[in-house]
Antibody, heavy 117, light 111 residues
Framework: EVQLVESGGGLVQPGGSLRLSCAAS????????MHWVRQAPGKGLVWVSH????????AYADSVKGRFTVSRDNAKNTLYLQMNSLRAEDTAMFYC??????????WGQGTLVTVSA | QSALTQPASVSGSPGQSITISCTGT?????????VSWYQQHPGKAPKLLIY???KRPSGVSNRFSGSKSGNTASVTISGLQAEDEADYYC???????????FGGGTKLTVL
């Protein structure tokens, strides 16, 4: 069974940093592109970032470019999102998702990031 | 990155059919057959319903079907059931940024 388990969320002050993790199991992690998607409270899904299967290619939404860095450790079956210079508008549930073909077929339960003084 | 355009809400009675649209551009929905649809119940993670415009993952009811015409994709839910009440999102690859984009979401109410 595919499992994605996010962790690392919490309350952080504006300008602060957090590192999210997504532990994967039940599939060959190193074969799949992985994505981060976020959802502000009461709002819709927003794509944040992706990384290719071997970690050599990444992409970011304009809203996080230069502040967030996605990475992965295929030996540990883990996806990361380093978030710096956090802003109030970054407050959201962050999901990791596995892209299979052309659909996000597996999602974690999410980790909540709250940016507030 | 602009979101794909979905109606904010739709509603239908049990047993009826409803359709939710998702409008993009030739750089995303219209240019690629990679539109997918997700169902999200309150407090839950999204669930894949449709991928590659028309395909259903195993385990997804055949009451859900997808289609596309030009720059607009659609998902149709037939035989509406109470448990279909949820938020629905479309998504597509976009060549504008070589990344992915979601629709703003549609809240389905089963009357």
């Amino acid at each position: 069974e595919v499992q994605l388990v996010e962790s690392g969320g919490g309350l952080v002050q504006p300008g602060g940093s957090l590192r999210l993790s997504c532990a994967a199991s039940g599939f060959t992690f190193s074969s799949y592109w992985m994505h981060w998607v976020r959802q502000a409270p009461g709002k819709g899904l927003v794509w944040v970032s992706h990384i290719n299967s071997d970690g050599t290619r990444t992409a970011y939404a304009d809203s996080v470019k230069g502040r967030f860095t996605v990475s992965r450790d295929n030996a540990k079956n883990t996806l990361y999102l380093q978030m710096n210079s956090l802003r109030a508008e970054d407050t959201a549930m962050f999901y990791c998702a596995k892209l299979d073909g052309d659909g996000f077929d597996s999602w974690g339960q999410g980790t909540l990031v709250t940016v507030s003084a | 990155q602009s979101a794909l355009t979905q109606p904010a809400s739709v509603s239908g009675s049990p047993g009826q059919s409803i359709t939710i649209s998702c409008t993009g551009t030739s750089s995303d929905v219209g240019g690629y057959n990679v539109v997918s649809w997700y169902q999200q119940h309150p407090g839950k993670a999204p669930k894949l319903l449709i991928y590659e415009v028309t395909k259903r993952p195993s385990g997804v009811s055949n009451r859900f079907s997808g289609s596309k015409s030009g720059n607009t994709a659609s998902v149709t839910i037939s035989g509406l059931q109470a448990e279909d009440e949820a938020d629905y999102y479309c998504s597509s690859y976009t060549s504008t940024t070589t990344s992915w984009v979601f629709g703003g979401g549609t809240k389905l109410t089963v009357l």
